[in-house]
């Protein structure tokens, strides 16, 4: 197994909460691709003391360290002569840098001579092995001790580390390492509880092929992740495979995806595959479903249009929903789904119609129709299938569940006419 690595990201606006930090997920999958497996993510603001405190305790705990931010020009850029004061190194201007800087400068159509400030990204730690960065002004660094401990310091603009990652970072890793990977795949589930899944993969529970499970619940459903683990590449993706493959097969109707596929994208591929279209009216969940569907590269193919029909008056007049049915039973009911649902199909020429309607919350929940129910009706060519649940969680929680639902019965109806 190759060496565990430590991330420290450093930056005020990562701990303010105003970017997030979609740059250690990065160097996670792509070290995990490698086999390097992560030992801790740390986030650290621009100030020297902490970023000397948390490089200091990685490198004791696993010898090896990536840190990302706090290379630029400015003031708040402190890693370069903190880490360069840890390590013992003196600075010294590489003129190699300030000749590219002053190239780049010139070739970005600038006026006037470069900013002295941005200089600072030419000061290199003695010993230190300078990183070229073709995607931007501040290169990276590879400072290693006397011990064989190392840091690298990448920026922090997400374009210029993924390509760094990839040019630099993992040959090197993976030249140290003992070519095995660190791979998790994972089988996406909905409409099913955690406990369920359980006992419906019986004695699958824990491991498949050898490998661990692990049970990721969220709000389009369960996904069942299963991971390899210091194995050469042939062999992890044999087995994740025969492991992904073992896991559907005993979960059956729940599975509708793998790794990261989106119930949209199965439910639009479906409905191409068989040439149906489809028309979404929506209440509660107010253009959501539409959403989500047309968000989907090619979705002009299958989805026509749809009507948020949020009051009684537009569910009357633009579904045809009968004005009595919705005295007698409440805009919040079967009957008034199904007729949504047939409205809409009716006035597009759809041949799947989707009616929702519900109590999304906070306020308008009554004891028999309490926050979170929701009535679907999906209407399949003239046969109707309907779902009422309550679901739980704040609006947002409500109405994104209710649209994976009514996904996953559009999905459904159409896997059982094959």
Not at 34 to 51: H, K, L, M, N, S
Not at 195 to 217: D, H, I
Request: a negative charge; glycine letters at 12%; proline letters at 5%.
């Amino acid at each position: 197994m190759t060496e565990s690595v430590e991330i420290i990201t450093i930056g005020d606006e990562l701990l303010l909460g105003t970017t997030v930090d979609t740059n250690a997920v990065f160097l996670a999958r792509a070290l995990g691709d490698i086999g390097v497996p992560i030992a801790r993510r740390a986030t650290v603001a621009d100030d020297a003391d902490e970023i000397t405190d948390a490089v200091r305790q990685a490198l004791h705990r696993t010898g090896g360290v990536i840190t990302t931010g706090g290379l630029g020009p400015t003031a708040d850029d402190l890693t370069r002569p903190v880490l360069a004061k840890l390590f013992g190194r003196e600075l010294r201007e590489d003129p190699s840098i300030v000749a590219a800087l002053h190239a780049l400068w010139a070739s970005r159509g600038r006026g006037g001579p470069l900013p002295p400030s941005n200089l600072q990204q030419a000061l290199v730690p003695i010993g230190a092995e300078v990183l070229e960065n073709a995607q931007g002004t501040a290169p990276g660094l590879r400072l290693t001790d006397a011990e064989g401990r190392w840091v690298i310091m990448l920026p922090g603009v997400p374009r210029e580390l993924r390509h760094m990652t990839t040019e630099h970072i993992v040959p090197w890793l993976a030249a140290r390492g003992g070519g095995t990977v660190l791979r998790s795949r994972s089988v996406r589930t909905t409409s099913i509880a955690e406990s369920a899944l359980a006992e419906k993969l019986g004695p699958l529970t824990r491991q498949v092929e050898g490998l661990p499970l692990a049970y990721l619940p969220g709000h389009d459903g369960v996904d069942i992740r299963v991971t390899a683990r210091g194995l050469e590449a042939d062999d992890a993706t044999r087995r994740l495979d025969a492991a992904v493959a073992r896991i559907q097969e005993a979960v059956g109707v729940y599975a509708y995806a793998t790794d990261g596929v989106a119930m949209a994208s199965v439910v639009l591929e479906l409905c191409a595959d068989r040439g149906e279209t489809i028309a979404v009216a929506e209440s509660c969940t107010g253009g959501l479903l539409g959403a989500r569907l047309t968000e989907v590269a090619g979705s002009s193919r299958v989805v026509l249009g749809g009507v948020i029909a949020y009051t009684n008056a537009i569910k009357e007049q633009e579904l045809g929903v009968s004005a009595d049915d919705i005295r007698e039973h409440g805009a919040v009911s079967e009957p008034v789904a199904v007729q949504m649902a047939r409205g809409v199909r009716g006035m597009t020429g759809a041949t799947i119609g989707v009616g929702i309607t519900g109590v999304a919350g906070p306020d308008g929940g009554t004891p028999d129709k309490p926050v979170g129910t929701v009535w679907i009706a999906v209407d399949v060519r003239g046969d109707v299938c309907t779902s009422r649940a309550i679901y739980i969680g704040d609006r947002g929680e409500i109405r994104h569940r209710a649209t994976q639902v009514a996904m996953d019965l559009i999905r459904r109806a159409l896997i059982t006419t094959i």
